[in-house]
């Protein structure tokens, strides 16, 4: 059986899309938007942070925990 990761909104109302650049108003932190998958089936986006120690599935976060500062995927020429 399959699960996915359910969307999430940020403190905007924006939905959370692959590649976002966040960060968690309450903290400060920021993360990266990737996606992912697990041996149990579970797949869709999650949060990741190697430097701090984040990197768990987005949907563990409620809706309006992060704010999108920008997205890694974006190419300004």
């Known amino acids: 059986m399959t699960r996915?990761?359910?969307a999430r909104f940020d403190t905007t109302g924006k939905e959370i899309q692959l590649h976002d650049v966040?960060?968690?108003e309450e903290t400060?932190?920021?993360?990266?938007v990737?996606?992912?998958t697990n041996k149990s089936g579970v797949q869709g986006l999650a949060v990741?942070?190697?430097i701090v120690g984040i990197g768990d599935w987005?949907?563990?976060y409620p809706d309006g925990v992060w704010t999108i500062v920008g997205n890694a995927g974006t190419l300004i020429v």
């Open 4 to 6: 996915t990761v359910e």
């Open 22 to 24: 966040l960060k968690d």
């Open 28 to 32: 400060g932190e920021m993360a990266l």
């Open 34 to 36: 990737v996606y992912a």
């Open 48 to 50: 990741e942070n190697q």
């Open 58 to 60: 987005l949907d563990v």
